[in-house]
């Protein structure tokens, strides 16, 4: 019923209550009314039957209680009452004198009376008593002379109530329909007197919240309550309608601010874009300046230190004339360095700097940098050491190149700003996962060290500690920043760690991923193992780092840090107590060579084996301890490998010890050490150069190798030659006017193809200095690089692959004979060179050539380019290989081209022959025959180093 009512319009809920109060009233009224009708009807009725009972109570005859029937008689007179059940009299005793009955009355009069009786009323001497509705009992007394003779009594029906009952009834109901309708009349008339303003409001509210708006205000309609609300309604409204246009106001005040910001914004994203693009404008155009100067200076350079070179190896120059030409070179070869600074840094602030991912061993990286710089630390008495424990994990794939650079910034730097004391490089590798190493290099040296608060700055471009010190050493200050680009670059981190007068402790660390197929330093271990060693070495950390190398070799290792204690060791000690001495020959309280005379004077260490350790180049071994004596002399600073064989040779010279193979660059070799160069033959050399200058440096370096050269200025011009003529080797300009170097090689390979004729080397001449210039003349078809400037020596290295090996072969000027390509040349090489050794795949003649080259008591040429050729020709197999695996045409013809090369430069020539094939097979772009070639290519390559190593072996 709530339910149902909640649901009602307002207006049907009030007449509803209205109906409903007005019907619940006229019911309470009715029922009241009805009650009070019935008893004051039924009041009636019986005073009525009283009044008829008392006229029986009086007549004389029926009180005097003789005549029965008399009795009766008058009693019976009652019947006219329609009532009248029953009547009796009872005489003053209360007994029953005689009664009447008048219809089939039940209950006795006596026995009703005896019943409870309700609403008694007595009035004077009569007693009215009900029963239920219309039962009613009467007692009037009999007064006889005054006194109560006795009493009547009535019971009576009083029915006719009924009917006077049911008239009632029936006028409320007309009268309560009456009033119904008048309520419902009324309430809806009165209804509408609330609900009308209430729907007002309503409507109000409608029009404004729908949007419509046709309704602004409600109408107030009367003064009471309903009229305040509508008041208050409407002034709410008001105060919505103020606020909600100061709201508007407010809201367009600030999109207009808004609008403004945005624009002002555009206006300075637009400025700041404006800016970025000019400022990375800027940038490029100063890297791309810096790249172009770079290549602007590099040219020139190229003359510099040409003509620099050939004047100071002149014979014509007096030793004045000649040191100056050596100055002038050395500040040269400075200048190119700074030179290349700046490129590799505007390389990197352009982001083209890339690294390779080659394979290379840690080791061979980090002793050939020590070994760079070795004679600039010797020379500062400094000494310079390498601590590399680690066996595991130095054989890795990265980019050595760049890792070199920043080991020879760090080493370099360190060199520079040490003047007593050592510098110490240590290499720690700890196999991070399975997949990769991280490798942890620390170059720590004696010097002055850098001020605390600016060894975080000191990584910064252009920074440098101090500029008195800047003054008194020079530098540029980029070489930390490259070095910190480079290790960020490797996915490391750089630091350092300083006191200023003692010292600078730089270190980076970079994660190498391990290569498989790198090869293991798997010493000849047991050659050294309980040998009984005195080793004497003034350099505690020296001494600690031979120490740890020679226990490493499960050697038994007696250390003595001076000439007077290892002295006191030898006199304190018996025969065969040493297997070997190893010596420094520089201590600090004397010549070191004084232990080994005082050895030697003791016949039980007449022969034993010593090992003596050098310190300058120039230093060697003074006749009395001249090898046959069982004497080797090494010089700082000491490889791994070197120290280990040559001991090794020494203590055990009947074991033909397999020598551990170091890959040793040409770049890296000292100033001071120079190639042996004999004349080369080379049939007819076409120089392509437009730079005058360029090309007289260039005809003269090619005149101090015994050669000359027919020049071209522009590619038009030099392929006109190469039609006319036919060139053993071209040199090639890459930048010049007209056609450059690059499309000029194109279009000779075209000629080439079209009309069948073999190929002609061509090797590139660049100054250019951004990166993938390599790749650009490999591409462009040519078969070697020479960048610019270069050296007489380096021009020597890269034509000696070119050299013909009996000049009646070709003749240049005969159109008719076929030109000879490398391939050629080394395919007809072993007809008419000197014949290899029965089975032999080595050319005994370029190996004595080789020989020939080497500088009598200095570094074995040989032992270095079979190194350099061994660590090479296995990265190229596995190159090929690769190659092949990918079917990548253009990289199988370079690891071809380039095996090839080195193949012919140690005399192998059945492998030089392979390589052509597989290269001539890349060239034409498919790769179904090279497999078949690898596998004898890698065969042959097994022959060859087997061999190689015999040779070395030999050496
Ligand atoms: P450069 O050496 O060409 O000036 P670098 O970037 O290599 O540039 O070095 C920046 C500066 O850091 C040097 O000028 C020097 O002041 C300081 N520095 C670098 N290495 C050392 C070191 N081992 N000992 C002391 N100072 C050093």
């Not at 540029?476 to 290790?487: C, E």
């Not at 498989?516 to 309980?530: Q, T, Y």
Request: with cysteine; aromatic share 4%.
């Amino acid at each position: 019923m709530k339910n149902w009512i909640s649901h009602l319009s307002l207006a049907a809920k009030l007449r509803f209550m209205i109906v409903y109060a007005a019907g619940a009233a006229l019911l309470v009224a009715s029922t009241l009314y009805i009650t009070g009708e019935v008893l004051s009807l039924r009041q009636s009725l019986a005073e009525q039957l009283v009044t008829l009972a008392r006229s029986v109570a009086q007549d004389e005859s029926s009180v005097n209680f003789a005549n029965r029937p008399l009795a009766q008689t008058i009693l019976g007179s009652l019947r006219v009452d329609p009532s009248v059940r029953s009547v009796a009299l009872y005489d003053a005793g209360g007994r029953l004198f005689t009664s009447v009955s008048f219809a089939d009355q039940r209950h006795s009069a006596a026995e009703q009376f005896q019943q409870r009786w309700t609403g008694a009323t007595a009035d004077g001497n009569q007693t009215i008593r009900f029963r239920g509705l219309t039962l009613a009992h009467i007692q009037v007394p009999v007064m006889k002379s005054g006194v109560v003779a006795g009493s009547v009594q009535v019971d009576a029906d009083l029915e006719q109530l009924y009917a006077q009952l049911q008239r009632s009834l029936e006028l409320m109901c007309l009268a309560l329909i009456l009033a119904g309708t008048v309520a419902i009349f009324l309430a809806t008339r009165l209804e509408r007197v609330i609900s009308a303003p209430i729907d007002e409001l309503l409507a109000v509210a409608r029009s404004i919240s729908s949007g419509q708006r046709s309704k602004l205000r409600a109408l107030k309609q009367s003064d009471d309550e309903m009229g305040t609300l509508v008041d208050a309604f409407n002034r709410m409204l008001s105060e919505l309608e103020r606020r909600d246009l100061s709201l508007r106001m407010y809201q367009n005040d600030l999109e207009k601010m808004v609008q403004e910001r945005t624009v002002r914004l555009d206006a300075a994203v637009a400025e700041a874009r404006e800016a970025v693009a000019r400022a990375e404008g800027a940038s490029r155009a100063k890297s791309e300046f810096l790249a172009r100067m770079s290549h602007e200076i590099r040219t020139p350079m190229n003359a510099v230190l040409g003509m620099a070179e050939l004047l100071r190896t002149s014979k014509a120059l007096d030793d004045r004339q000649r040191r100056y030409a050596v100055t002038i070179h050395q500040s040269g070869a400075a200048l190119l360095s700074i030179i290349n600074d700046i490129l590799d840094y505007s390389k990197m602030e352009v982001g083209k700097l890339e690294l390779e991912s080659a394979p290379f061993n840690v080791r061979d990286v980090v002793e050939d940098v020590i070994e760079t710089l070795a004679e600039r630390a010797q020379s500062k008495g400094l000494e310079l050491m390498c601590d590399i424990a680690e066996n595991k994990g130095l054989a890795v794939l990265g980019d050595a190149k760049r890792l070199r650079q920043i080991l020879i910034n760090l080493v370099g730097n360190a060199v520079k700003f040490t003047q007593r004391g050592e510098v110490r490089v240590a290499v720690r590798c700890t196999p991070d996962d399975l997949l990769n190493s991280a490798v942890t290099f620390e170059v720590a040296d004696t010097g002055i060290g850098i001020r605390p608060e600016n060894c975080a700055t000191i990584f910064e471009s252009f920074v440098q500690e101090d500029p008195s010190t800047t003054r008194q050493h020079g530098g540029t200050g980029l070489g930390l920043a490259i070095s910190k680009q480079l290790v960020e670059l490797m996915g490391g981190t750089i630091g350092v760690s300083s006191e200023p007068g003692k010292g600078s402790r730089f270190h980076f660390s970079i994660t190498l991923a391990p290569d498989p197929e790198g090869r293991r330093e798997s010493d000849h271990a047991a050659a050294l193992s309980g040998m009984r060693i005195l080793l004497m070495e003034g350099n505690a950390n020296l001494r600690r780092i031979l120490r740890k190398q020679l226990t490493g070799w499960d050697a038994k290792v007696t250390e003595t840090d001076s000439v007077r204690k290892a002295i006191q060791v030898l006199d304190g000690s018996f025969g065969g107590q040493f297997d070997a001495f190893v010596l420094d020959s520089r201590m600090p309280d004397g010549d070191g060579l004084d232990v080994l005379t005082a050895a030697r004077k003791r016949p039980e260490f007449a022969n034993t084996p010593a090992l003596i350790i050098g310190s300058s180049p120039a230093a060697g071994p003074a006749a009395e301890h001249q090898p046959g004596r069982r004497v080797a002399w090494l010089n700082k600073p000491l490889r791994r490998s070197e120290l280990h064989t040559t001991l090794v040779s020494l203590v055990a010279p009947d074991l033909n010890v397999t020598r551990r193979l170091q890959v040793i660059s040409v770049q890296n070799q000292n100033e001071t050490q120079q190639l042996r160069r004999e004349p080369i033959s080379i049939g007819q050399l076409l120089l392509v150069e437009d730079n005058p200058v360029n090309q007289e440096v260039a005809l003269a370096m090619l005149g101090e190798l015994g050669l000359t050269a027919q020049c071209a200025c522009n590619g038009e011009e030099a392929l006109e030659k190469l039609a006319a003529a036919r060139y053993d080797v071209v040199l090639m300009d890459c930048h010049m006017p007209k056609l450059d170097g690059y499309a000029t090689t194109r279009r000779l390979r075209e000629l080439e193809g079209q009309s069948g004729a073999p190929r002609t080397p061509v090797i590139a001449l660049t100054a250019n200095a951004l990166s993938g210039d390599a790749e650009r003349c490999l591409a462009a078809g040519m078969d070697g690089y020479l960048s610019k400037p270069f050296s007489v020596d380096e021009l020597y290295v890269t034509l000696k692959p070119y050299e013909r090996r009996s000049p009646a072969s070709t003749r240049p000027s005969d159109p008719a004979t076929p030109r000879a390509a490398p391939e050629a040349q080394a395919a007809a090489a072993g007809s008419r060179s000197e014949p290899a050794a029965a089975g032999s795949p080595l050319d005994q003649q370029a190996l004595r050539q080789i020989r020939s080259l080497g500088k009598p008591g200095g570094i074995d040429l040989l032992k270095r380019i079979v190194d350099l050729y061994v660590g090479n020709s296995r990265g190229l197999i596995d190159s090929l290989r690769e190659a092949i695996i990918r079917n990548d045409p253009p990289a199988v013809h370079q690891a071809a081209h380039s095996l090839k090369s080195s193949s012919a430069n140690v005399g192998a020539t059945r492998l030089t022959e392979l390589c052509a094939a597989l290269e001539a097979t890349a060239k034409t772009g498919k790769l179904a025959s090279a497999w078949a070639l690898l596998d004898r290519l890698v065969e042959e390559h097994s022959r060859v180093l087997l061999a190689l190593e015999g040779e070395t072996a030999a050496a």
